[in-house]
């Protein structure tokens, strides 16, 4: 078979021809293939800005443009593009239906770059295809471009708000997630995490996709709470269990922290050490060295592990199917954590008591939603940032977020997929 006729296959373009093939050798040997295209013998340019058909002006230079490598060679079209005439838009360049504007590469080339950019760094993409970095950056925003422009947002129920940590120096921005049980994507991302942020969001959503809303998932961040009940005020509030689970680490690790200064002033340095992660950790996802010395700790009188134990009492609160029999568990839990006269646990049993009705609407949302989404994709989020090895500008943050999280569409005539 030969190379024009895949060509006409998978990359035909309307109005212009494959005109000749040829294999050129560079004098350092490096191998390079050109694809000349010409116009249809009768046909006239189509005006790049208006789109319509125009009497041809004049013919520019020949230019290049980058296609999808062929056993590692590169393949480049070659065409000499025409001027079009246009009554309204002037003298323009005609349109030219395998490139966009002046990008010096070709449309389907930009998505064979975006779909590898999702599973590489942008660095590494452009080391394995022989390009540049702003090469492949310029594919991967075109291809978030299109997909933004395209996805359908209607039918939207639930959602879920997190911040993300995307610089040093305290800069945050603002992840909001559709978590319906059959869509899990990116929705939204705003600067920073305050209140103003966050009703940006809304104002992006308009008034009715927001009346849609059911439940919305997030942490115990005011902004967060007193926005949605603002603006969403029809949507049950759930609290994020991951960051219950979270305050209540947090609350632990601080007693250990504490109880083990007091040891160490008396001489005792074995007793805490090494016990981090043995007291943060679930029993099940335990070492076996750990279970041990989780054993060894149970047996002594020490306040951690009191703390621990309240810690192990709180999960069995996510497991009722009851709404009235959970407040009940949780009433109780709450006063045990006060009586245990412990500071940070008796900090974080009057923090749940202030999000109460927020946590019970848990049960109410349980089995609706998917609950641990908004985590997941976030965690997803983090592993994005490190695979770009730091984002240069918001502009470039937000694009690989979007790319790789939104689950955006793609064109129905990219039916070819490229492995």
Not at 120 to 132: D, G, K, V
Not at 148 to 159: F, S
Request: include cysteine.
């Amino acid at each position: 078979m030969h190379l024009k006729s895949i060509l006409n296959r998978v990359a035909k373009q309307p109005g212009f021809v494959f005109a000749g093939i040829h294999l050129v050798v560079a004098v350092s040997g490096a191998l390079s293939i050109l694809v000349h295209l010409r116009e249809h013998g009768r046909s006239r340019p189509i005006c790049s800005g208006c789109m319509h058909k125009r009497p041809a002006y004049d013919r520019l230079p020949e230019r290049r443009f980058e296609f999808v490598p062929l056993w590692n060679i590169p393949v480049r079209f070659v065409y000499s593009p025409r001027r079009a005439d246009c009554p309204t838009c002037g003298v323009v360049v005609e349109a030219m239906p395998w490139a966009a504007g002046k990008s010096p590469i070709t449309t389907t080339y930009a998505w064979f770059l975006a779909s590898w950019a999702k599973v590489l760094s942008w660095t590494e993409t452009a080391r394995r295809f022989r390009t540049s970095w702003h090469v492949v950056f310029t594919a991967v925003r075109h291809a978030v471009e299109w997909g933004k422009a395209h996805r359908y947002l209607d039918g939207i129920t639930a959602i879920g708000v997190d911040e993300l940590s995307w610089k040093k120096g305290h800069k945050y921005l603002t992840m909001v997630y559709q978590v319906d049980r059959g869509c899990r994507r990116l929705l939204w991302i705003g600067r920073d995490r305050t209140e103003i942020t966050f009703g940006k969001f809304f104002d992006w959503l308009g008034p009715e996709r927001t009346a849609a809303l059911q439940f919305v998932i997030s942490d115990m961040w005011k902004a967060f709470l007193g926005t949605v009940a603002r603006r969403a005020n029809a949507a049950v509030q759930v609290l994020d269990r991951f960051h219950v689970t979270k305050l209540c680490n947090k609350a632990i690790d601080e007693v250990r922290r504490d109880e083990a200064r007091k040891l160490r002033a008396a001489g005792d340095t074995v007793t805490l050490k090494h016990t981090r992660w043995v007291l943060l950790k679930r029993r099940a996802n335990l070492k076996y060295k750990q279970r041990g010395r989780l054993r060894e700790l149970l047996a002594a009188n020490l306040a951690t592990v009191r703390a621990y134990l309240l810690k192990e009492d709180l999960g069995h609160f996510w497991t009722y199917k009851s709404v009235s029999h959970a407040a009940r568990y949780l009433d109780d839990w709450m006063w045990a954590a006060v009586r245990s006269r412990l500071a940070p646990m008796m900090k974080f049993a009057y923090t749940l008591l202030d999000h109460r009705e927020l946590l019970l609407n848990w049960f109410q949302a349980r089995g609706e939603i998917a609950m641990g989404a908004v985590e997941g994709m976030n965690g997803k989020a983090r592993v994005t940032t490190k695979l770009a090895y730091g984002f240069r500008t918001y502009e470039h943050a937000e694009i690989a977020l979007f790319h790789r999280l939104g689950a955006l569409p793609e064109p129905e005539w990219l039916t070819h997929r490229f492995s």
